[in-house]
Nanobody, 128 residues
Framework: QVQLVESGGGLVQAGDSLTLACAAS????????MGWFRQASGKERESVAT????????AYGDSVKGRFTVSRDNVKNTVSLQMNSLKPEDTAVYYC?????????????????????WGKGTQVTVSS
């Protein structure tokens, strides 16, 4: 089992950058595919980015491609989401999640239903 704690959210202006971090506790962190998801008020949770256990492959949602970058440090057991050129429509609660199905290349983003463990989320608000 793995516990996940997100940090780094806040209030920023459009065009700003922000980096979210997710700290994981538990065993065999590198065996988990990790994902970042977000949920805006009144909307369904959507996948933002997914990164493989090794960190060598990643996939992004269409709305964030070219602006967001996901990375992980398997020594520190952390996964990060660098968000650039933020837009008001990026406003949401951002969640970190882990897929325990095993390592493997990431070709597409994971859906929320496939993730096994979730953090409690961190709020990101982008003002116009």
């Amino acid at each position: 089992q793995v516990q996940l704690v997100e940090s780094g959210g806040g209030l920023v202006q459009a065009g700003d950058s922000l980096t979210l971090a997710c700290a994981a506790s538990g065993h065999s962190f590198s065996s988990y595919t990790m994902g970042w998801f977000r949920q805006a008020s009144g909307k369904e949770r959507e996948s933002v980015a997914t990164i493989s256990g090794s960190g060598r492959t990643a996939a992004y949602g269409d709305s964030v491609k070219g602006r967001f970058t996901v990375s992980r440090d398997n020594v520190k057991n952390t996964v990060s989401l660098q968000m650039n050129s933020l837009k008001p429509e990026d406003t949401a609660v951002y969640y970190c999640a882990a897929d325990a199905s095993g390592p493997g290349a990431v070709l597409t983003t994971r859906s929320p239903a496939t993730m096994d463990y979730w953090g409690k989320g961190t709020q990101v608000t982008v003002s116009s």
